[in-house]
């Protein structure tokens, strides 16, 4: 098999929704089908079940082996039996996201909308989607399981966007909310970052105006690119150095003698070898015309525009526990964005906590081993419990 | 739990709303709110204490005094509380009017710099005092606001605030028995607490 073929599988646990979606563009999108993994048992109350939403390149399959990589779930150390969101006491839900492409309505579904051939895909016909309009789809599917209100809606970059989108659209429909490594808007450099990874795809010869499953390619030059960039954002430097400093890898067309490299790229350094890896291993898993699509929805991010540029207004008598999260190194989702947040959270005397947690790990420490951030989710989780009288 | 912090949570009502600026590892309002009923939230500076407190499933954000609380609206809560942080802040006059507008009540406690043993060290050593209260050096100290009871007084007086409730103890938060003489709890009181409410 070509490395770059992308991974297959049959079909993904699903909710099929004929009524589909009405979108912030305007277009209803029916009907829609919502991928999504469960964990633990919903209580005979139906009063512990904890959203979870995923970020960018994120799946449902939270905590459990992955069906096409066979890795393991992306927060199997922060979601399962006796873990931090214990399964033991709350049922776990996680949804791929609209837009998504791990069985979840998006443009690699066939079109929907009447015009194109018999059995065309969305591809770039597929409409404009936000964030609320992923969060609308999850609501359907947390309806669905019957499910009146969640004890809590968790998620980090933007998975908390959508937990932030959550908290303003549904504030009825929770307890409490955890945005960890988030944003209340997507800043300029965080939206130059997207325009750039869009722009290596389009411009991939096998993008073919996004029409690329036609010619059975994919754009995977392009898509290696965007990832390799974006995976730069989600570290730091003391991450990388640490991890990698200069170290280099002997490539194949090495020949080195005391003078030095015979060949500019004979040999390459570590670092540059592991971008390589995550991008090649990611066209595999990972729809072109999905990550334009989602980036797109993560660029018009900005719950205060919905409310006259204000974000205190947002979240105005709001009575969800809020549990604000930030890392010290995370360059992409600042602290700072997060201190604005809590703030604005302040001003609308909401009930919030806000942590920052010491790292060097960048904006993917929300994803790793951090045990002051296991033990504030534990804890605050355990805190609106004990709040809500719930044992 | 600190006497002195005891002394605090008397001084609040069952069930009410409770900021605590400088929570520390949130003793204070962990009592308030499993055992009062408050809505008791907190402001620490200190990452590792606002972290455990928020493990232990209390409201605290990261902030202190000087920034944050021009964020809170007005009358948002009962009662507000500094504990022991007057005298380190960077503008004691405006945290005084914030917490008044955020608040109905304000409790603050300080330690108060007329005591006896400052007042004659600085006589007689001639060099700025050093004692169990006041034990870093002046150029060290984070205290540089510090304050009598009788210069806190005519502040309140200045900004028209009323004084509730006034207490002098002694460092392990003892009550002293200086409740009659303000001049007497000025030389012999080591820490001051005072609740004050608007006009």
Same mark, same amino acid.
């Given at each position: 098999?070509?490395?770059?073929?992308?991974?297959?599988?049959?079909?993904?646990?699903?909710?099929?929704?004929?009524?589909?979606?009405?979108?912030?563009?305007?277009?209803?999108?029916?009907?829609?089908?919502?991928?999504?993994?469960?964990?633990?048992?919903?209580?005979?109350?139906?009063?512990?079940?904890?959203?979870?939403?995923?970020?960018?390149?994120?799946?449902?399959?939270?905590?459990?082996?992955?069906?096409?990589?066979?890795?393991?779930?992306?927060?199997?150390?922060?979601?399962?039996?006796?873990?931090?969101?214990?399964?033991?006491?709350?049922?776990?839900?996680?949804?791929?996201?609209?837009?998504?492409?791990?069985?979840?309505?998006?443009?690699?579904?066939?079109?929907?909308?009447?015009?194109?051939?018999?059995?065309?895909?969305?591809?770039?016909?597929?409409?404009?989607?936000?964030?609320?309009?992923?969060?609308?789809?999850?609501?359907?599917?947390?309806?669905?399981?019957?499910?009146?209100?969640?004890?809590?809606?968790?998620?980090?970059?933007?998975?908390?966007?959508?937990?932030?989108?959550?908290?303003?659209?549904?504030?009825?429909?929770?307890?409490?909310?955890?945005?960890?490594?988030?944003?209340?808007?997507?800043?300029?450099?965080?939206?130059?970052?997207?325009?750039?990874?869009?722009?290596?795809?389009?411009?991939?010869?096998?993008?073919?105006?996004?029409?690329?499953?036609?010619?059975?390619?994919?754009?995977?030059?392009?898509?290696?690119?965007?990832?390799?960039?974006?995976?730069?954002?989600?570290?730091?430097?003391?991450?990388?150095?640490?991890?990698?400093?200069?170290?280099?890898?002997?490539?194949?067309?090495?020949?080195?003698?005391?003078?030095?490299?015979?060949?500019?790229?004979?040999?390459?350094?570590?670092?540059?070898?592991?971008?390589?890896?995550?991008?090649?291993?990611?066209?595999?898993?990972?729809?072109?015309?999905?990550?334009?699509?989602?980036?797109?929805?993560?660029?018009?991010?900005?719950?205060?525009?919905?409310?006259?540029?204000?974000?205190?207004?947002?979240?105005?008598?709001?009575?969800?526990?809020?549990?604000?999260?930030?890392?010290?190194?995370?360059?992409?989702?600042?602290?700072?964005?997060?201190?604005?947040?809590?703030?604005?959270?302040?001003?609308?005397?909401?009930?919030?906590?806000?942590?920052?947690?010491?790292?060097?790990?960048?904006?993917?420490?929300?994803?790793?081993?951090?045990?002051?951030?296991?033990?504030?989710?534990?804890?605050?989780?355990?805190?609106?419990?004990?709040?809500?009288?719930?044992? | 739990?600190?006497? !002195?912090? @005891?002394? /605090?949570?008397?001084?609040? +009502?069952?069930? $009410? %709303?409770?900021?605590?600026? *400088?929570?520390?590892?949130?003793?204070?309002?962990?009592?308030?709110?499993?055992?009062?009923?408050? !809505?008791? @939230?907190? /402001?620490?500076?200190?990452? +590792?204490?606002? $972290? %455990?407190?928020?493990?232990? *499933?209390?409201?605290?954000?990261?902030?202190?005094?000087?920034?944050?609380?021009?964020?809170?609206? !007005?009358?948002?809560?009962?009662?507000?509380?500094?504990?022991?942080?007057?005298?380190?802040?960077?503008?004691?006059?405006?945290?005084?009017?914030?917490?008044?507008?955020?608040?109905?009540?304000?409790?603050?406690?300080?330690?108060?710099?007329?005591?006896?043993?400052?007042?004659?060290?600085?006589?007689?050593?001639?060099?700025?005092?050093?004692?169990?209260?006041?034990?870093?050096?002046?150029?060290?100290?984070?205290?540089?606001?510090?304050?009598?009871?009788?210069?806190?007084?005519?502040?309140?007086?200045?900004?028209?605030?009323?004084?509730?409730?006034?207490?002098?103890?002694?460092?392990?938060?003892?009550?002293?028995?200086?409740?009659?003489?303000?001049?007497?709890?000025?030389?012999?009181?080591?820490?001051?607490?005072?609740?004050?409410?608007?006009?």
């Amino acid at each position: 098999m070509n490395s770059t073929t992308p991974l297959t599988v049959g079909d993904h646990p699903h909710a099929s929704f004929p009524e589909g979606v009405e979108l912030d563009c305007g277009v209803t999108l029916a009907p829609v089908d919502i991928a999504y993994c469960t964990y633990g048992q919903l209580s005979p109350q139906k009063d512990n079940a904890i959203l979870i939403c995923h970020a960018f390149t994120g799946d449902q399959y939270v905590a459990e082996k992955h069906p096409l990589t066979g890795k393991p779930g992306w927060w199997e150390r922060m979601v399962g039996p006796g873990k931090p969101i214990d399964t033991n006491r709350f049922f776990v839900i996680c949804s791929n996201v609209l837009g998504g492409c791990m069985g979840s309505t998006g443009p690699r579904s066939p079109r929907t909308d009447g015009q194109g051939a018999p059995g065309e895909l969305w591809g770039t016909a597929f409409p404009p989607i936000t964030i609320r309009d992923m969060v609308r789809a999850q609501h359907k599917l947390v309806h669905s399981l019957g499910i009146e209100r969640l004890f809590a809606v968790v998620g980090g970059s933007m998975g908390g966007m959508q937990v932030l989108e959550w908290a303003v659209t549904y504030p009825q429909m929770m307890l409490a909310v955890m945005p960890i490594a988030t944003a209340p808007f997507h800043s300029a450099q965080n939206i130059a970052f997207n325009e750039v990874g869009r722009q290596a795809i389009i411009a991939d010869p096998d993008w073919r105006g996004g029409r690329y499953w036609e010619a059975d390619v994919v754009p995977a030059r392009g898509l290696a690119v965007a990832r390799m960039m974006a995976h730069i954002t989600y570290l730091s430097e003391e991450a990388l150095t640490r991890k990698f400093g200069r170290r280099m890898r002997r490539g194949p067309a090495s020949g080195q003698g005391p003078e030095g490299p015979v060949s500019t790229f004979g040999d390459i350094f570590e670092v540059e070898s592991y971008l390589r890896y995550q991008g090649s291993s990611f066209v595999r898993r990972f729809d072109a015309n999905s990550y334009l699509s989602i980036t797109r929805a993560m660029d018009w991010f900005d719950i205060a525009a919905d409310h006259d540029g204000e974000l205190t207004p947002a979240f105005a008598g709001t009575a969800v526990r809020f549990c604000v999260v930030s890392f010290s190194s995370d360059w992409l989702f600042p602290t700072s964005a997060a201190r604005t947040l809590a703030r604005a959270l302040n001003r609308a005397a909401a009930n919030v906590s806000f942590v920052e947690i010491e790292t060097d790990k960048g904006h993917d420490a929300f994803l790793l081993d951090e045990p002051d951030f296991d033990r504030t989710v534990r804890g605050f989780l355990c805190g609106v419990a004990e709040h809500a009288g719930l044992s | 739990m600190r006497l !002195d912090q @005891r002394l /605090i949570a008397d001084m609040i +009502e069952p069930r $009410t %709303r409770v900021l605590d600026i *400088g929570s520390g590892d949130g003793t204070l309002i962990g009592h308030l709110y499993r055992e009062r009923g408050c !809505d008791a @939230r907190g /402001i620490e500076l200190n990452m +590792e204490l606002v $972290t %455990r407190s928020v493990a232990h *499933g209390l409201p605290v954000v990261h902030g202190d005094a000087d920034h944050d609380l021009a964020y809170y609206p !007005d009358h948002s809560f009962d009662y507000v509380v500094l504990q022991r942080t007057l005298q380190a802040v960077e503008r004691p006059r405006e945290v005084l009017r914030q917490m008044l507008r955020i608040g109905r009540y304000a409790i603050v406690s300080f330690p108060n710099f007329g005591h006896w043993q400052l007042r004659l060290r600085l006589l007689l050593g001639g060099c700025m005092p050093m004692t169990a209260v006041w034990h870093t050096p002046w150029y060290e100290t984070p205290n540089i606001h510090p304050c009598t009871i009788r210069d806190f007084l005519e502040l309140c007086r200045k900004d028209g605030y009323i004084v509730e409730k006034w207490l002098a103890v002694d460092e392990d938060g003892e009550r002293a028995p200086w409740r009659r003489s303000i001049r007497l709890a000025n030389l012999f009181g080591e820490q001051a607490l005072f609740l004050l409410r608007r006009r």
